[in-house]
């Protein structure tokens, strides 16, 4: 408790500047609802509610864009995170965020120098014959500067921003202290998980603030691809790459963002659309180690049509078992058969309790919609975005890993499209998917599946006779419970309630019926306008039998119904 008191006033100042650009951005209807406001003036700091810009008559996702821009590169790959997940958010708003640009003004080199000479231990004039003070590019976490080593090879250096740890930090720690809240006091943003979302960021900008993390994508990637002469991927410098900075081989040739420039080179547009795709498809299905953001602006174009990859940050990861549900999805997709597609989305929502009737129901209206498309009019990024729909519909929550995949996909399908109109990822897909399924039915690999199966058999029959000994033990020291969990139990009581009630109303209606008819027949006594006391009483009694009648006819009809 003192540690999270501590770190909520160190954290304070931080959470007042966020708290004020919310509230510019015409946000402070959600610093109201998550409590954020009170903490604050509770501190004594002063919130100028008033103090509202022109994007307040924006929408709200665009609001939220802005704000993120202005709160700096935790919120900028936040959103850019968030921007994938169309499982959590509706298109608009992940379209929106996607337009998050981690660009911004450069540090001045006099500040990024001192970084450069403690990640090498050296002066940079004793490994760099010449370094500009310049940057080439300038990113929200690093920049890059180019330069040359003492033997004239060019390369680049990517720096990462100074004490930019620092505020990542305190940011993290309140994106945390928020999730929690959120999940803790808003049940409507439960299903949304937060905390389990927030983790997953954490993870995340982690991996792209260490810089020696992505040297060692880089060379996983080299690896991966050292057979393949039309791919190349840049050299690592491990004796001067630490978390701080890496130095790369420089590439030179036609950024993937001018077609022109790719005309004029004599390039063939269709043909790198095809190697580029084919490339991304076997980091995916092959490797399960794949570029998470294939964008033009990461691909450099060389002469023989070969295809330069940079910018290894942002990577995602597939285990076989991942990538075997993903291949039964694709060629569930490509087949338009909706039976393996239902049986990958029920794998995928786990533990959580969804309508199975409705989701098959939905994946079926699914593939009716594509099944009398011709296979050249296939869109697999169009579908995909159905598919990340229907998931979000349900409220399936997907892994981070699949969330990438899907947008790599999509990002690569329009890349393909920007250099061939004719571009059908479908049939770059369907050589990888027979490949896949080929070797999953291998006698060598259904031998080694079957024996992994039996190892796993004979050892779950090896610990029957300690298990059964343990279960004893907790026995005679009347430490064994058993819980029992059926399922609509509560449903089932309140049946058989109503049941008890109906029937405790049907027996007291007929000792009413009974007990009228026997008053009726007393004619002596006192009246009442003139008609005998016990004649108006069992009158009386036969108006709330007939009542109670009506009660149960229709309580029985109800329920027959329900």
Not at 31 to 49: D, N, P, Q, Y
Not at 341 to 369: H, K, N, S
């Amino acid at each position: 408790m003192p540690e999270a008191a501590f770190s909520a006033v160190r954290d304070l100042p931080r959470l007042h500047e966020i708290s004020l650009v919310f509230i510019r951005h015409g946000l402070g209807d959600l610093v109201r609802r998550v409590g954020v406001a009170s903490i604050l003036e509770r501190a004594g700091t002063i919130l100028h509610w008033g103090e509202v810009s022109r994007s307040a008559a924006l929408e709200p996702q665009q609001r939220l864009r802005l704000a993120f821009e202005e709160l700096g590169p935790t919120f900028v790959k936040l959103g850019q995170m968030l921007s994938t997940r169309e499982d959590l958010l509706p298109p608009k708003w992940t379209a929106e965020l996607a337009q998050l640009h981690a660009a911004v003004a450069p540090v001045p080199f006099e500040q990024i120098a001192p970084v450069i000479e403690r990640a090498l231990g050296s002066a940079p004039d004793a490994v760099f014959a010449d370094l500009e003070r310049t940057p080439s590019g300038s990113a929200s976490i690093a920049q890059v500067h180019r330069a040359r080593l003492r033997d004239g090879r060019a390369v680049v250096l990517k720096v990462r921003r100074p004490d930019i740890e620092v505020k990542v930090d305190a940011d993290l720690r309140l994106l945390s202290h928020l999730a929690q809240f959120i999940e803790g006091e808003l049940p409507d943003a439960r299903r949304y998980q937060p905390v389990r979302v927030v983790e997953e960021f954490r993870r995340s900008l982690a991996r792209e603030l260490d810089l020696a993390a992505e040297a060692h994508n880089i060379e996983r990637f080299a690896r991966n691809f050292r057979d393949d002469p039309y791919i190349l991927i840049p050299h690592v410098f491990p004796q001067w790459t630490s978390s701080a900075m890496n130095v790369q081989e420089a590439i030179d040739g036609i950024g993937g963002e001018d077609v022109a420039a790719i005309e004029r080179a004599g390039l063939d547009p269709k043909l790198l659309a095809q190697r580029g795709v084919d490339a991304v498809l076997k980091m995916i299905l092959e490797d399960g180690f794949f570029h998470a953001d294939p964008h033009p602006g990461n691909v450099i174009y060389l002469p023989g049509n070969r295809i330069a990859m940079i910018d290894f940050g942002m990577v995602g990861r597939l285990s076989p078992a991942r990538r075997n549900q993903i291949v039964d999805l694709l060629s569930g997709i490509a087949r338009r058969d909706s039976e393996p597609m239902l049986e990958v989305l029920l794998d995928w929502a786990g533990e959580d309790a969804i309508d199975d009737e409705r989701l098959a129901a939905d994946v079926d209206e699914l593939v009716f919609d594509y099944a009398d498309l011709p296979l050249k009019d296939l869109r697999v990024g169009a579908l995909i975005q159905r598919i990340t729909a229907l998931v979000r519909e349900h409220g399936i929550v997907l892994p981070a890993d699949l969330t990438l995949m899907f947008k790599a996909l999509i990002t690569l399908e329009g890349l393909g499209r920007k250099y061939d109109p004719d571009f059908r990822l479908v049939d770059r897909l369907q050589p990888f998917l027979e490949r896949a399924l080929a070797a999953r039915y291998a006698p060598a690999e259904v031998g080694r599946r079957g024996g992994a199966n039996l190892a796993q058999f004979l050892g779950l029959l090896g610990s029957v006779p300690r298990d059964v000994a343990r279960l004893l033990k907790d026995a005679r020291r009347g430490r064994m419970r058993v819980d029992i969990d059926l399922k609509r139990l509560d449903s089932f009581v309140r049946k058989l309630d109503n049941t008890i009630d109906r029937i405790t109303i049907g027996i007291m209606t007929a000792s009413v019926v009974i007990g009228s008819s026997i008053v009726m027949t007393v004619t002596s006594g006192p009246q009442l306008f003139g008609i005998p006391f016990f004649t108006v009483l069992g009158l009386l009694g036969y108006v709330l039998a007939f009542v109670n009648s009506v009660w149960i006819i229709v309580s029985i009809w109800r329920s027959r119904r329900d």
